[in-house]
C-alpha cells in the first residue's frame, strides 16, 4: 500500500471524515486491555457515551465490532425462540432487524411503511395491543437508507406501560439529532462510530436499560452468541474487569477522542449545525430542480436522499463526483437503486464549505450531462440559509 | 484522556507492540468501505493473508471483530442444530469452542488434556473413528491460557480422509510458528491481529477451504449470526462488492501494514526470530529457578507459562514489573489462575532487548521479595543465545 492518498471528502452514508485528533488518538501506542490506563479510559467512554445517549444507564458500552452488530446484540440478548417482535419497517434496516429476528427463532411481526416514509406510530401502538405478549418493539430512528427520520416518542411512551422492551436504531442519528434515551422510554439502543461521531467504522456504542437487564437475567437459554453475550461483557466493563475478549484498544482510543469533540461542541450545538447545513442543502438542491426524496417534514438532518433526475445516469454522476471533486455520495438501496442519491452530512462532514462544493460540483457535472439549470442557483439559496 | 501517555512493553498474552509504520497506517484519512481505493486496499490484505496463512483458499478475509468472533464465525457456519462437534479441550479457548458449540445447539464431544499438556493426535483421531458422523474436528494450535503447541499435521491428514472438517484456533500462532493452512488439510482456520501479527486488536483473519465452502452452501438452517454470515461477507469481499455492513477501515489499514511487514521479514525468518528469543527467555528462566510450565518439547515459541515460586506473590509482581519497568506480562486463568505468569514474545515484542529487560527486572523483583538466586545468572544464559 502506497504511504499517502487522497483525502476524500466523504458525504456519503458513512464513514463520514474524522477530525485530526480521533485519527491521532489512533496511533497512540497500544496499552494491554487490562491495564489500569485502559480501565481507566474505559470508564470514561462510559461515561461520555452516557453524556451522549442522555441516559444514566449502568450497562452503557462500546460494542467490538460495527454498529450491525449492535443491532444484533440488542435482539440475541433480549429475544429467545419462540419470542414476538414486533419491527417497524420502512428500508433496509427494518428489514435487517426482521432477518436476524428470525435467525433467532423468534417471531417478527412487521409494521411496514412505503420506503422514504415513517412508520406511523399509532401502527406500532396499534401492533402492541394486539400482541401484548410481544417481548420487544424495534423502531429504526434514522432510516440511513430512505433519509425518514421516525419519530419515537409516542411509541416509547406507550411500550414504557407494558412489559415490552423498546429497542432504538441510532447507528446514523447519534449526537446529529436530539435523542434521549431515558426520556423517552428507549430499553435498548445501539448506534455506529462511523457516523455522526466522526470516528472510524468499527465499534458500536451501545445501552441497556434496568429493565432490559432485567429480562436478559430472566433468560431461559443461553444467548446464542457468545461473542456479544451481555451478561458476559458486563463483567468486563463492570467492576469485575473478568476478561471476555481482548478490547479493540486503538478503537476506543478513537472513540473516546471522538466522544470528547461532541461535548466540547455540545451536543444541542452539535444537532443545530446538522439542522443549518441540512436546510442549505435541501435549499440548494431544491433551486437546481432536485427535491429531496424522504417524506416532507420527516426528512433526516444528516443524511439527505435526493431524487436522480430523469435521464441522468447515477453511477456517472457518483463517478465523476469521485474521480473529479474527490467527492463520495452514496446511491440507492433495494428498490431506491438507481432512483436515489444519498447525500450524508454527518459529525465533521456537516460544514458549509462541504454544502457548497457539493452543489458547486453538481451543479456542474449536471448541466455537463445535459440537464437544463440556472446559473448558481444552488449555492445562492443555500448561502442564504448559511449566511455570508 | 491526556494526549501522551506511558509507552508499554507489551509481553503478556496480547496485544503486543505495534510497529510505527503499523500505527502510523491507522492515522491514514478516512476513505469509504466502497471507494475503489479501499476495494484494491481489500485485494492486497486478501492476497497477503493467503501468503500468512499459506493457503490459496479463495475466502480469506478479516473477520470484523476480535479474534473471538473468528471462533465463532467458524463454528456457526459449519454447524447446525443436532451436528456433532469432536473439540480437544486443554485451556481456555477449548472450553470456549464447548461452550459456543452448545449455543448453537449442536453436540460437543469433548477430547480433554490436563491444561498444560497437549491434545493427543491419537485420541482426538480415536474420536473421528468412533464419530464418521461428526461435522467437526476442532483444535487450537496454541492454547494461549497454558502454553502448549498442539500439533495438527496427524489429525489433518486424518479429517481429510473423511466428511469432517478440520477447524483450527491460530489465534496466537499465525505469523510466530509455521502453520500451512492447504499441506496440513485445515479446512477453516481464524487468528487476531493482535498476536504475532503486531497490529492491534480489532480484526479476525479467517480462511475457509472449498470442502468448508461446500458445507456452508449445503446447510438446511440459515447461520444464525447475521453479522458473521460468510455467505453475505463473501459477496462483499468477492466480485459483487455487495454491501454487507461497513468495514473498519482503519483497522484494515493497519492491517494491510502489518502483513506487509511480515512479508518483508520473511515468514521464516520471523518463526526463526520467535523461536531464537524463546529459547533466550527460556534458558534464562531456568537459570533462575523458574522453569516453564508447558509440557517439555510442546512449549509454544511466542507465549511461555512459568511456574511462579512458591511464597511469591503473584499480582505483587506484576504489579511492579507494570510500576516500575512499564512491563506487561499475564496471569494464569482458569485453574491456573496464581499458578503462572504468561510471557508472550509475540511479533515486535519478541526482541533481544525485552528478553534482556524482562530477566534483569525479574530477578531484581524477586530477589527483593527474598527468592535467592544466582546473580545475573539469567542475563547471561540468555546471552548465550542470543550472541553479543
Given at each position: 500500500?502506497?504511504?499517502?492518498?487522497?483525502?476524500?471528502?466523504?458525504?456519503?452514508?458513512?464513514?463520514?471524515?474524522?477530525?485530526?485528533?480521533?485519527?491521532?488518538?489512533?496511533?497512540?501506542?497500544?496499552?494491554?486491555?487490562?491495564?489500569?490506563?485502559?480501565?481507566?479510559?474505559?470508564?470514561?467512554?462510559?461515561?461520555?457515551?452516557?453524556?451522549?445517549?442522555?441516559?444514566?444507564?449502568?450497562?452503557?458500552?462500546?460494542?467490538?465490532?460495527?454498529?450491525?452488530?449492535?443491532?444484533?446484540?440488542?435482539?440475541?440478548?433480549?429475544?429467545?425462540?419462540?419470542?414476538?417482535?414486533?419491527?417497524?419497517?420502512?428500508?433496509?434496516?427494518?428489514?435487517?432487524?426482521?432477518?436476524?429476528?428470525?435467525?433467532?427463532?423468534?417471531?417478527?411481526?412487521?409494521?411496514?411503511?412505503?420506503?422514504?416514509?415513517?412508520?406511523?406510530?399509532?401502527?406500532?401502538?396499534?401492533?402492541?395491543?394486539?400482541?401484548?405478549?410481544?417481548?420487544?418493539?424495534?423502531?429504526?430512528?434514522?432510516?440511513?437508507?430512505?433519509?425518514?427520520?421516525?419519530?419515537?416518542?409516542?411509541?416509547?411512551?406507550?411500550?414504557?406501560?407494558?412489559?415490552?422492551?423498546?429497542?432504538?436504531?441510532?447507528?446514523?442519528?447519534?449526537?446529529?439529532?436530539?435523542?434521549?434515551?431515558?426520556?423517552?422510554?428507549?430499553?435498548?439502543?445501539?448506534?455506529?462510530?462511523?457516523?455522526?461521531?466522526?470516528?472510524?467504522?468499527?465499534?458500536?456504542?451501545?445501552?441497556?436499560?434496568?429493565?432490559?437487564?432485567?429480562?436478559?437475567?430472566?433468560?431461559?437459554?443461553?444467548?446464542?452468541?457468545?461473542?456479544?453475550?451481555?451478561?458476559?461483557?458486563?463483567?468486563?466493563?463492570?467492576?469485575?474487569?473478568?476478561?471476555?475478549?481482548?478490547?479493540?484498544?486503538?478503537?476506543?482510543?478513537?472513540?473516546?477522542?471522538?466522544?470528547?469533540?461532541?461535548?466540547?461542541?455540545?451536543?444541542?450545538?452539535?444537532?443545530?449545525?446538522?439542522?443549518?447545513?441540512?436546510?442549505?442543502?435541501?435549499?440548494?438542491?431544491?433551486?437546481?430542480?432536485?427535491?429531496?426524496?424522504?417524506?416532507?417534514?420527516?426528512?433526516?438532518?444528516?443524511?439527505?436522499?435526493?431524487?436522480?433526475?430523469?435521464?441522468?445516469?447515477?453511477?456517472?454522476?457518483?463517478?465523476?463526483?469521485?474521480?473529479?471533486?474527490?467527492?463520495?455520495?452514496?446511491?440507492?438501496?433495494?428498490?431506491?437503486?438507481?432512483?436515489?442519491?444519498?447525500?450524508?452530512?454527518?459529525?465533521?462532514?456537516?460544514?458549509?464549505?462541504?454544502?457548497?462544493?457539493?452543489?458547486?460540483?453538481l451543479e456542474r457535472i449536471l448541466r455537463d450531462l445535459g440537464k437544463d439549470?440556472?446559473?448558481?442557483?444552488?449555492?445562492?439559496?443555500?448561502?442564504?440559509?448559511?449566511?455570508?
Open positions: 500500500m502506497t504511504e499517502s492518498h487522497t483525502t476524500r471528502i466523504l458525504l456519503g452514508p458513512g464513514p463520514s471524515n474524522a477530525h485530526p485528533r480521533v485519527l491521532r488518538a489512533l496511533s497512540r501506542p497500544l496499552v494491554g486491555h487490562l491495564d489500569p490506563i485502559f480501565l481507566t479510559l474505559m470508564g470514561e467512554i462510559q461515561d461520555l457515551l452516557r453524556k451522549t445517549f442522555q441516559t444514566d444507564n449502568r450497562l452503557t458500552i462500546p460494542i467490538s465490532a460495527t454498529g450491525s452488530a449492535g443491532m444484533e446484540a440488542c435482539l440475541v440478548n433480549l429475544l429467545e425462540p419462540g419470542d414476538k417482535a414486533i419491527v417497524g419497517v420502512n428500508g433496509v434496516f427494518g428489514t435487517r432487524m426482521i432477518d436476524i429476528v428470525g435467525r433467532i427463532g423468534a417471531e417478527a411481526i412487521p409494521v411496514e411503511a412505503p420506503w422514504g416514509e415513517i412508520v406511523p406510530p399509532e401502527a406500532v401502538i396499534g401492533a402492541l395491543k394486539a400482541n401484548p405478549e410481544a417481548k420487544v418493539a424495534c423502531l429504526v430512528h434514522a432510516e440511513t437508507s430512505t433519509g425518514a427520520w421516525q419519530p419515537l416518542e409516542e411509541v416509547g411512551a406507550a411500550v414504557r406501560a407494558t412489559d415490552s422492551l423498546f429497542i432504538v436504531d441510532a447507528v446514523t442519528s447519534l449526537a446529529g439529532a436530539p435523542l434521549y434515551v431515558d426520556t423517552w422510554g428507549i430499553d435498548a439502543c445501539y448506534s455506529g462510530t462511523q457516523k455522526c461521531l466522526s470516528c472510524p467504522p468499527g465499534l458500536s456504542p451501545l445501552t441497556f436499560s434496568e429493565k432490559a437487564l432485567d429480562a436478559l437475567r430472566r433468560r431461559k437459554s443461553a444467548v446464542q452468541s457468545w461473542y456479544l453475550d451481555l451478561s458476559m461483557i458486563e463483567k468486563y466493563w463492570g467492576d469485575e474487569r473478568f476478561y471476555h475478549h481482548t478490547a479493540p484498544v486503538s478503537m476506543n482510543y478513537a472513540l473516546a477522542e471522538a466522544l470528547h469533540l461532541v461535548q466540547e461542541e455540545g451536543l444541542e450545538a452539535r444537532w443545530r449545525r446538522h439542522q443549518r447545513h441540512h436546510e442549505a442543502l435541501r435549499d440548494g438542491l431544491s433551486a437546481m430542480g432536485l427535491p429531496l426524496a424522504a417524506q416532507e417534514g420527516r426528512r433526516l438532518w444528516m443524511l439527505n436522499s435526493v431524487t436522480i433526475p430523469s435521464g441522468i445516469d447515477d453511477a456517472e454522476v457518483r463517478k465523476r463526483l469521485l474521480a473529479d471533486y474527490n467527492i463520495e455520495i452514496g446511491g440507492g438501496l433495494g428498490p431506491l437503486k438507481g432512483k436515489v442519491w444519498r447525500i450524508g452530512l454527518m459529525g465533521e462532514s456537516s460544514t458549509p464549505a462541504n454544502v457548497l462544493l457539493l452543489l458547486t460540483a439549470m440556472p446559473d448558481g442557483a444552488g449555492v445562492m439559496a443555500a448561502s442564504s440559509i448559511l449566511g455570508s
